[in-house]
């Protein structure tokens, strides 16, 4: 019985750092923000998910469980927010390369001045015709 | 458990090392925010292997403050980046990829 756990642990383990290698790799080799965003959500939440699995089943004791469990729902929480965030401010300081994109949904409509778009100061908009407000199809 | 051990730590070495290239080569700021955030969970990931492994459930509390540390980094970046989106009327040179 213990040495199947600790089968499944230290299989779960192993999966989850070669699920950080792969982050590092698509890391390096992706060609902007959001690419190199989707490859380093991979250990952000299926790999710390598999190694607290492991973790979990290799240590004994409630409250190293608890505190593991604790970590796990964190990092699902906080990913897709942090995500968002840094995805909405590299689209709008043009990180993006837009030759790449199939689809590009933001760019369709142009913003109104004066309506009211988000929270942010950056969702602020002045005048129509101003830099930063209007999209770049072009580039 | 040797063989185990190793693999392990070559795989997270290796994912934190390409990490730390991506961060020092990145060509805009959110590309290191999104390189760092990678590398605090590699840290994270490999202070629960060697906890896992060694069976010492000591590391088990700074595993939940460096994802705190890796949340509150990268957003409040990201909203700093954002703040500095309403200052510069164009995007900067630097910024095309």
Redesign the interface.
């Known amino acids: 019985m213990s040495a199947v756990a600790d089968v499944v ?2 299989a779960c ?2 999966a ?3 699920l ?6 698509g ?2 080799r992706f ?3 959001l690419t ?2 989707h490859a ?1 959500t991979k ?2 939440v299926l ?2 998910l598999l ?2 699995t ?2 979990a ?5 409630w ?2 469980t608890w ?2 469990l ?2 796990a729902v ?2 699902m929480l ?1 990913a897709p ?2 995500a968002h ?2 995805s ?3 689209y ?6 837009r030759d790449l994109m199939v689809v590009d949904e933001l760019g369709m409509a142009p913003p109104v001045a004066g309506a009211a778009t988000g929270d ?3 969702d ?1 908009v002045d005048e129509p015709g ?3 407000g209007s999209r770049d199809h072009s ?1 | 458990m040797t063989v ?1 051990l190793v ?3 070559a ?2 070495g ?6 730390l ?2 961060l020092a080569l990145g060509p ?1 700021l ?2 290191r ?3 760092s ?2 590398l605090l ?2 840290v ?2 490999g202070l ?2 060697h ?3 060694e ?1 010492d ?1 000591t590391l ?2 700074v ?2 403050v460096v ?2 540390l ?2 509150v980094g ?2 409040s970046v ?2 700093y ?3 500095m ?2 200052r ?4 900067e040179p630097e ?3």
């Open positions: 642990a230290i383990l192993l989850g750092c070669l950080c290698l792969t982050a590092g790799l890391l390096l060609p902007d923000v190199r965003m380093g250990p952000q790999g710390v190694v607290m492991g973790a089943i290799r240590l004994h004791g409250s190293a505190m593991l604790l970590v964190f990092q906080t927010v942090s965030m840094i909405r401010v590299a709008r300081r043009r990180h993006v390369r942010e100061p950056a602020f101003s830099e930063r580039s | 185990v693999l392990a730590y795989f997270l290796g994912g934190a090392l390409l990490a290239a991506r805009s959110l590309d925010v999104v390189a955030d990678v969970v590699i994270a990931a629960a292997v906890a896992a492994l069976r459930p088990v509390p595993l939940v994802s705190l890796a949340f990268s957003v990201a909203r980046i954002g703040g989106l309403l510069s009327s164009e995007g910024s095309r990829p």
